[in-house]
């Protein structure tokens, strides 16, 4: 009598076992369905699809110094510094060079920008200093992603209003060229922290300056500048600000220098 419900206990177990067996194995079921997803989805060539690197990935990567050694590269190149090499022409199979983001033709002797380099729409710096270029061609205003241009020391007389298509520029150089004035357009550079435009022919700096909220170093030392706008003492979010070599009256800079007390004014 003890043992007689025995049979119907164990047939009840029978019964619900393996179903309580079954959810047990379900969560592993789905995590490996889950893993193999995952596996599927990795790219095949992460270095490719990356074409914009940050600030630390284009630091660290690899830096070639001949066109035919980049063109010749098995690997992504990013980065080309041909500078001070004199050449005088950039060879054109730099245009096979599509994932660069920086390109330094610095101190080559070049008269003009290459056209070659209209292509590579990924630069994020050019560096086109030391050269002996008289105009920058439109092409050059279309990078969309350019945050760094220099074209100091070449012999500039003037800069296309198109400079304002290039927004996200951080840093614009235009020292030691033959600027007699700049056009109110770069004033939409709203992005821009560093200006350079220091040993030119400037007479003055047009009012709006301030439109560049975001400028924390504003060289203009050895101009013609007889003045300067008083909406400079409005922007307290300078670090530097550049004014020896030009006459300008000491009233002036003791105005700015009250305005600006956090400014580090050199005159």
Not at 158 to 179: F, M, Y
Not at 196 to 214: A, F, K, R, V, Y
């Amino acid at each position: 009598m003890k043992y007689r419900h025995l049979p119907n206990i164990i047939c009840a177990l029978t019964m619900v076992l393996p179903a309580c067996s079954q959810q047990a194995k379900e969560p592993q079921a789905e995590m490996a369905a889950h893993d193999t997803v995952q596996v599927v989805e990795m790219p095949q060539k992460p270095a490719r699809e990356k074409a914009l690197l940050d600030r630390l990935s284009l630091y660290r990567a690899s830096r070639y110094e001949s066109v035919a050694d980049a063109v010749a590269s098995p690997d992504t190149v990013y980065k080309l510094v041909l500078y001070g090499q004199k050449l005088g022409r950039i060879a054109p199979e730099i245009a096979e060079l599509a994932f660069l983001n920086s390109l330094d033709l610095a101190f080559n002797e070049l008269t003009e920008v290459p056209l070659y380099i209209s292509g590579l729409q990924y630069l994020q710096g050019l560096y086109l200093n030391g050269n002996l270029i008289e105009d920058v061609p439109s092409f050059v205003f279309d990078y969309p992603y350019l945050s760094s241009l220099d074209i100091s020391e070449n012999h500039l007389s003037g800069i296309s209003p198109e400079i304002q298509l290039l927004t996200e520029l951080t840093v614009l150089n235009l020292r030691a060229n033959k600027l007699t004035e700049i056009p109110v357009e770069i004033y939409q550079l709203r992005q821009l922290k560093s200006l350079h435009l220091d040993h030119n022919q400037l007479t003055e700096i047009p009012e709006g300056i301030t439109s560049l909220s975001n400028l924390t170093n504003l060289r203009l030392e050895q101009n013609q500048l007889t003045d300067i706008p008083d909406e400079l003492g409005y922007m307290v979010q300078l670090k530097e600000l550049w004014l020896q070599g030009n006459p300008i009256p000491l009233k002036k800079i003791s105005y700015l220098k009250a305005k600006l007390p956090s400014t580090r004014i050199r005159f």
